[in-house]
């Protein structure tokens, strides 16, 4: 499973109305490709549908989507945002990570 901080649910729920998408029936599209300085880089984008190699999770009330393959690498990972002056936007704290580069956007296993 992966879950969703207070403060990503509000910013998500603001940038999906921004572009058209409703946060009670689209969903936020979270995956793991290959890149960045550590190996893996996240993924993050909003959808109108599920795939069927889609696992799909409903938390804090967020809607997601991670295909089969970038859920092995994602179970257990908490999205969070960090906004402010020295914020980041979003943060996967993912506790499968055992490197992650300084901005934070890759990691490797």
């Given amino acids: 499973m992966i879950k969703v901080s207070d403060s990503a649910k509000s910013k998500i729920a603001h940038l999906m109305s921004e572009e058209g998408f409703d946060v009670a029936n ?4 979270v995956g793991v490709k290959s890149g960045g300085c550590s ?3 996240y993924e993050l984008k909003f959808d109108h549908q599920s ?10 009330p967020v809607k997601i989507a991670v295909d089969k393959k970038s859920f092995l ?10 906004g ?8 996967f704290n993912n506790p499968n990570a055992n490197r992650t580069c300084g901005c934070g956007e890759s990691f490797s296993l």
């Fill in 26 to 29: 689209d969903f936020v599209r």
């Fill in 84 to 91: 402010g002056l020295n914020g980041k936007g979003f943060v």
């Fill in 73 to 82: 690498y994602l179970v257990g990972t908490t999205l969070e945002y960090s």
């Fill in 51 to 60: 795939g069927e190699n889609d696992k799909l999770f409903e938390d804090n």
């Fill in 39 to 41: 190996g893996l880089s």
